[in-house]
């Protein structure tokens, strides 16, 4: 079992940054995918980003590419996710959430499923 616990949320101006946590206990995160997602209220949930169990490889939404960087600690417990230049129509509940890497990376990808999620950290971006 993981357990993902995310943090670093809160409330910034339009045009600000956050850094988001999303912390693993029970076990670490080497063998597993890792992805952000996000959801507000009303819509569906959105894939944000991913990031390789192995590799590293990272893989980013459109709407996001160039704003948000996915990485994660040496240890392979913790998953960041910092964001730059947040605009109000980004306030939502991101969660993140952890597949086996065998599958884990279309999964989060594709179908946007995981084994594990967290409870979710509310960003909201003002104008």
């Known amino acids: 079992q993981v357990q993902l616990v995310e943090s670093g949320g809160g409330l910034v101006q339009s045009g600000g940054s956050l850094r988001l946590s999303c912390a693993a206990s029970?076990?670490?995160?080497?063998?597993?995918?890792v992805g952000w997602f996000r959801q507000a209220p009303g819509k569906e949930r959105e894939f944000v980003a991913v990031?390789?169990?192995?590799?590293?490889?990272?893989y980013y939404a459109d709407s996001v590419k160039g704003r948000f960087t996915i990485s994660r600690d040496n240890a392979k417990i913790t998953v960041y996710v910092q964001m730059n230049n947040l605009r109000p129509r980004n306030t939502s509940v991101y969660y993140c959430?952890?597949?086996?890497?065998?599958?884990?990376?279309?999964?989060?990808?594709?179908?946007?499923?995981?084994?594990?999620w967290g409870r979710g950290t509310q960003v909201t971006v003002s104008s």
């Open positions: 959430a952890a597949a086996p890497e065998a599958s884990g990376w279309h999964r989060i990808t594709v179908t946007h499923d995981a084994d594990y």
């Open positions: 029970g076990r670490t995160l080497s063998s597993y995918a």
């Open positions: 990031i390789d169990a192995r590799s590293d490889s990272k």
